[in-house]
């Protein structure tokens, strides 16, 4: 597995910079490490939201409010390897934000209502894209971490006083990437998109019970696996388990193994699956969610998702996930049947 040392992440566009009207702190008057440079504005063009929404068109920045972000940048290098390009304070529109009006369109409404299996698609005009669950944008216990930046300011170690490179370009990123492939340079169009997949679904499905998980890309089935594979660590997460419809299930702790150890084997890290990478895990019964494969392999917050082994006969077995970095218990998908990688 190729070892990525920094991160961090931001949607952000650009046509030109200028010097920002506010003065850096640079003799450190306040305990905000975060505003002692220079803030560079950042003047991007038109964007465009399409796809599955009730009122497509041009994306109206006037009444939205700006969020900050800070994050430290790295990429993959010719050799995949990670390379650090520099740590920065992003301050823009977030991406739940701009699509919070949007009312829904969705594709396969009649038979799946839930919005856990939509996704976004943000592009340039180059033809490159990246990709991002709805879970990510609606459903995390941070909000507001995916922006389209207008301002840009250097973190400057105190020490070494090293000077990144400014953006001179728009990109896109979200700061709870590890690794910011999903930077991508002038975006100028959002995609709201359902994962383009048939399930047959049986609502109230009693008992349920999946006696394994079978693994899938483009190419067919992978693999198979009715247990934990070996030599894998278990981890526990204490939570409130609270769902949007339901309200509270539990408070009782969730042990597993995390899911990207497990799937890692057969959805190998690179550039295009960081970007573009979607999964949908799907139950028996039909539900399901979609997961970018970035926020599932390439977080640097710790919030993973478990693989959770339910005890004998228990109905909702054999494996549930566990999604925790969301505030909403929806994407713990009970009775585990099939997990898919779309690129």
């Given amino acids: 597995m190729i070892n990525i040392l920094f991160a961090g992440a931001i949607l952000l566009f650009s046509a030109g910079q200028c010097a920002s009207a506010s003065a850096p702190d640079a003799s450190d008057a306040t305990n905000n490490f975060y505003d002692n440079t220079e803030t560079v504005e950042l003047t991007f063009g ?16 006037s009444a939205l409010e700006k969020h900050s972000v800070i994050v430290k940048e790295a990429v993959l290098d010719a050799a995949g390897r990670n390379k650090f390009i520099g740590a920065y304070r992003y301050d823009g529109y977030s991406l739940f934000d701009i699509l919070n009006n949007s009312a829904l369109k969705k594709k396969n409404k009649v038979e799946f209502p839930p919005i856990i299996d939509m996704y ?20 995390p216990n941070n909000l507001h971490k995916i922006i389209l930046a207008t301002d840009v300011s250097r ?18 990123v979200a700061a709870n990437d590890l690794v910011t492939e999903r930077n991508i340079s002038s975006p ?10 048939s399930f047959r679904v049986e609502k109230g499905m009693s008992p349920m019970f999946s006696p394994g998980i079978k693994v899938f890309d483009k190419s067919g089935q992978l693999a198979e696996f009715k247990d934990f594979p070996a030599g894998l660590n278990t981890t526990t997460f204490n939570t409130v388990f609270y769902g949007r419809g339901k309200g509270i299930h539990s408070t009782t702790p969730f042990s597993g193994v995390m899911l990207k150890d497990i799937l890692l084997k057969y959805y190998p890290l690179s ?8 999964l949908c895990i799907t139950a028996q019964d039909g539900y399901r969610a979609a997961v970018s494969y970035s926020e599932l392999f390439n977080r640097n917050d710790q919030q ?4 959770v082994k339910t005890a004998p006969n228990e109905d909702g077995g054999l494996f549930r996930a566990f999604p925790a970095p969301d505030f909403f218990s929806d994407r713990a ?3 585990l049947s099939e997990i898919h990688l779309m690129q």
């Fill in 46 to 61: 038109r964007v465009d939201i399409a796809g599955e929404v009730e009122n497509p068109g041009k994306v109206d920045f």
């Fill in 120 to 139: 976004v698609e943000i592009e340039n005009e180059k033809g490159e894209r990246a990709v991002f669950s709805w879970g990510e944008i609606y459903y």
């Fill in 155 to 172: 973190i400057v170690p105190s020490k070494t006083n090293d000077l990144w490179r400014l953006p001179e370009e728009p990109r896109l």
């Fill in 188 to 197: 100028v169009k959002i995609t709201v998109k359902s994962y383009p997949m």
């Fill in 271 to 278: 550039r295009a699956s960081l970007r573009t990478g979607m």
């Fill in 304 to 307: 993973e998702f478990l693989l």
């Fill in 333 to 335: 998908v009970r009775g």
